[in-house]
């Protein structure tokens, strides 16, 4: 056979043809692909991993909410705390001195202990914004009722649960007025309102807060890190601006603490299936309650409950912050709201 030069004509005509020869013989293999049942085998193992995987993110996410929800409620013992350090007593619970007020006498101020932390918790200026409104007693709505004062609808981060749905949540008044509502309650002892003087005053409480409360480091008797100062509460969405349990949900309303709206009991141990009864509430089966007539000299009451399995988490005196199991011993949990009844408080 002769000698075909690489670089001569002959030479790249005989490379040529040795190629395209290579490219026949692989052109003759037959091509191979996915079968459907190979594909429809991936499409299942991709279902069986991610159907493992979604509950190991859901969880990890609801980690991180119950953090964050952990570091408010720190961040509101902190913020009791520096208010007791500066005026040597915690928040009055609320402003007014009895629950059902009108406009007519000291009562008619509805704000409570939320308002007067605000600027420990880095909304001092909302509380220069109202602050002209909070020592004033007026027979004027603009006054009496804080959702019309300015900056009501201001959303606060650090009153918000992560973990709840409804968050965040802003009441609209049947005027259109918006006002904040929150996830946070603070506690007012192992009873419902009230069993002090008049119509539901709220004024004789065995817990921290209570309408026009006072209450100094010195007087938990209990001590403080047995003694209850906030927890949390589930919010629910309001359905119209009607009033009444299929309209408006009162439960949380930081800016009108009319019926005991920003506290909560320690009668019942958390997510208890015991009803909450309010002026105005949303009946659900993960949060029942029953509306309250105005001005009745019924029971009003609202217990702790939570998004969080098992239970929920609460602020003590102390600024600590620790998870409640819903199994709780009723009794025990009864003892935690009360500063001063003098029972001992073992392991919780």
Same mark, same amino acid.
């Given at each position: 056979?002769?000698?075909?030069?690489?670089?001569?004509?002959?030479?790249?005509?005989?490379?040529?043809?040795?190629?395209?020869?290579?490219?026949?013989?692989?052109?003759?293999?037959?091509?191979?692909?996915?079968?459907?049942?190979?594909?429809?085998?991936?499409?299942?193992?991709?279902?069986?991993?991610?159907?493992?995987?979604?509950?190991?993110?859901?969880?990890?996410?609801?980690?991180?909410?119950?953090?964050?929800?952990?570091?408010?409620?720190?961040?509101?013992?902190?913020?009791?705390?520096?208010?007791?350090?500066?005026?040597?007593?915690?928040?009055?619970?609320?402003?007014?001195?009895?629950?059902?007020?009108?406009?007519?006498?000291?009562?008619?101020?509805?704000?409570?202990?939320?308002?007067?932390?605000?600027?420990?918790?880095?909304?001092?200026?909302?509380?220069?914004?109202?602050?002209?409104?909070?020592?004033?007693?007026?027979?004027?709505?603009?006054?009496?009722?804080?959702?019309?004062?300015?900056?009501?609808?201001?959303?606060?981060?650090?009153?918000?649960?992560?973990?709840?749905?409804?968050?965040?949540?802003?009441?609209?008044?049947?005027?259109?007025?918006?006002?904040?509502?929150?996830?946070?309650?603070?506690?007012?002892?192992?009873?419902?309102?009230?069993?002090? +003087? !008049?119509?539901?005053?709220? =004024?004789?409480?065995? /817990?921290?807060?209570?309408?026009? %409360?006072?209450?100094?480091? *010195?007087? #938990?008797?209990?001590?403080?890190?047995?003694?209850?100062?906030?927890?949390?509460?589930?919010?629910?969405?309001?359905?119209?601006?009607?009033?009444?349990?299929?309209?408006?949900?009162?439960?949380?309303?930081?800016?009108?603490?009319?019926?005991?709206?920003?506290?909560?009991?320690?009668?019942?141990?958390?997510?208890?299936?015991?009803?909450?009864?309010?002026?105005?509430?949303?009946?659900?089966?993960?949060?029942?309650?029953?509306?309250?007539?105005?001005?009745?000299?019924?029971?009003?009451?609202?217990?702790?409950?939570?998004?969080? +399995? !098992?239970?929920?988490?609460? =602020?003590?005196?102390? /600024?600590?912050?620790?998870?409640? %199991?819903?199994?709780?011993? *009723?009794? #025990?949990?009864?003892?935690?709201?009360?500063?001063?009844?003098?029972?001992?408080?073992?392991?919780?």
């Amino acid at each position: 056979m002769p000698y075909l030069s690489r670089s001569g004509p002959r030479g790249s005509a005989s490379r040529g043809t040795r190629y395209d020869d290579e490219s026949a013989i692989f052109a003759d293999q037959p091509r191979r692909g996915f079968t459907l049942i190979e594909l429809l085998v991936v499409i299942a193992i991709i279902a069986v991993l991610i159907a493992l995987l979604l509950p190991a993110v859901q969880q990890a996410r609801e980690a991180a909410r119950r953090s964050q929800c952990k570091n408010n409620l720190k961040q509101l013992g902190l913020a009791m705390h520096n208010y007791h350090d500066t005026h040597s007593t915690f928040p009055p619970g609320g402003l007014g001195d009895r629950l059902w007020s009108g406009p007519s006498t000291a009562a008619t101020n509805r704000a409570g202990w939320m308002q007067m932390i605000l600027p420990y918790i880095d909304q001092a200026p909302l509380y220069n914004q109202i602050s002209p409104y909070m020592s004033k007693w007026n027979t004027s709505a603009d006054l009496y009722s804080p959702w019309n004062w300015p900056g009501a609808g201001t959303i606060i981060p650090t009153l918000m649960c992560p973990s709840d749905p409804a968050g965040p949540k802003v009441h609209q008044s049947p005027s259109g007025v918006r006002s904040f509502q929150g996830n946070y309650v603070a506690s007012s002892g192992s009873t419902p309102f009230s069993p002090g +003087t !008049g119509t539901q005053s709220g =004024t004789v409480m065995n /817990g921290v807060f209570y309408q026009m %409360s006072s209450t100094r480091m *010195r007087d #938990l008797v209990d001590g403080s890190s047995s003694t209850l100062l906030v927890s949390e509460l589930i919010l629910q969405p309001d359905r119209s601006t009607t009033l009444g349990t299929n309209g408006q949900d009162w439960r949380g309303w930081y800016w009108d603490n009319f019926g005991g709206t920003i506290y909560f009991s320690t009668e019942f141990p958390p997510n208890t299936d015991q009803v909450d009864q309010i002026i105005s509430c949303v009946n659900t089966a993960l949060s029942p309650c029953a509306a309250i007539p105005n001005g009745t000299s019924g029971r009003i009451v609202l217990y702790s409950r939570s998004y969080h +399995t !098992g239970g929920v988490q609460v =602020t003590l005196a102390d /600024g600590s912050v620790r998870f409640i %199991s819903q199994s709780l011993n *009723r009794t #025990l949990f009864q003892y935690l709201g009360s500063r001063n009844d003098g029972n001992v408080i073992g392991d919780f």
